[in-house]
């Protein structure tokens, strides 16, 4: 089979969608580390941190999330993030690695997420500052916050050797994905995998969030006929995301999950079965 029909491309997405969009496939997601926090305030920047160290395998992931809550001492009883000075966050720090990026990176965007906090409340309430309720996507209010996040840092001088790679925005054209990931965990209601934290606000609803499109994504979503771009980017995610909305306008993010794990899990078998070309 060549093609998928589009009859045949909502039905497979679908139940794609009742078989894996299962809190039981936590387990390889980084999600798992932050639901475990969900009576602290410290929630919102343990989840910043899982979604912005969401590269390369998930073992490493979830291992790097549990050293930086381990090296910080965070726990679900209380929220201590807000309290460290800038020295303290260097000590306790040191010597921390995720992948490219070191104890000084970390530190860089926790002082950001301080900042956040310390100015605007929360890092919700600091993305809505920049963020159009009226506008087809959040893409305003994600290029404001990064906008500002960069501003920050060259005022304060906070610095990392590979801090730059943590603030990507949608005005660079890539994908965003760790920010649009940590956008739909964050606004999509809590059905069990996503977070619900910042549910329930008129100014931020499910059909403005875009599909976090990584390398694995864009192929499936290329299999599956939700975009013909021949490179994954910002456009791509915007091609993937109108294409889900024919299937569910108000909520077309629900099916990043499932799919994601239908990659993990099932794609080879189903294309063996030439249910998918």
């Not at 496939?25 to 926090?37: A, M, Q, Y």
């Not at 969401?54 to 993030?81: H, M, N, T, W, Y």
């Not at 000084?104 to 965007?109: E, G, R, S, T, V």
């Not at 920050?152 to 949608?170: Q, R, T, V, Y």
């Amino acid at each position: 089979m060549s093609r998928i029909t589009l009859g045949a491309q909502r039905e497979l997405i679908e139940t794609l969608y009742v078989k894996f969009h299962d809190p039981k496939f936590l387990e390889w997601d980084p999600l798992s580390v932050v639901r475990s926090f969900a009576s602290s305030r410290d929630q919102e920047y343990i989840a910043l941190i899982s979604a912005l160290f969401a590269f390369g395998g998930v073992k490493q992931i979830i291992a790097s999330v549990r050293r930086a809550i381990g090296l910080l001492e965070l726990d679900p009883a209380s929220g201590k993030i807000q309290n460290y000075p800038a020295v303290e966050l260097g000590y306790r720090l040191e010597g921390f690695r995720h992948r490219i990026y070191t104890g000084q990176d970390l530190i860089a965007l926790t002082r950001l997420y301080q900042r956040s906090v310390q100015v605007h409340g929360s890092l919700k309430e600091h993305f809505l500052v920049h963020h159009d309720p009226g506008a087809e996507t959040i893409e305003r209010g994600l290029t404001g916050l990064i906008s500002e996040y960069k501003k920050w840092a060259e005022a304060l001088e906070i610095k990392g050797p590979h801090f730059k790679h943590m603030l990507n925005s949608p005005e660079d054209g890539s994908t965003c994905k760790r920010w649009l990931m940590l956008l739909k965990w964050l606004i999509r209601r809590d059905d069990g995998i996503d977070l619900g934290l910042w549910s329930g606000s008129a100014a931020l609803r499910p059909d403005q969030l875009l599909i976090p499109l990584d390398t694995h994504l864009f192929k499936i979503s290329r299999k599956l006929r939700l975009t013909r771009m021949k490179t994954a980017n910002w456009k791509a995610a915007r091609e993937v995301t109108l294409n889900l909305k024919r299937i569910d306008p108000n909520d077309p993010t629900r099916f990043d999950f499932s799919l994601c794990r239908y990659g993990m899990f099932d794609y080879r078998n189903l294309h063996e079965k030439k249910l998918i070309p």
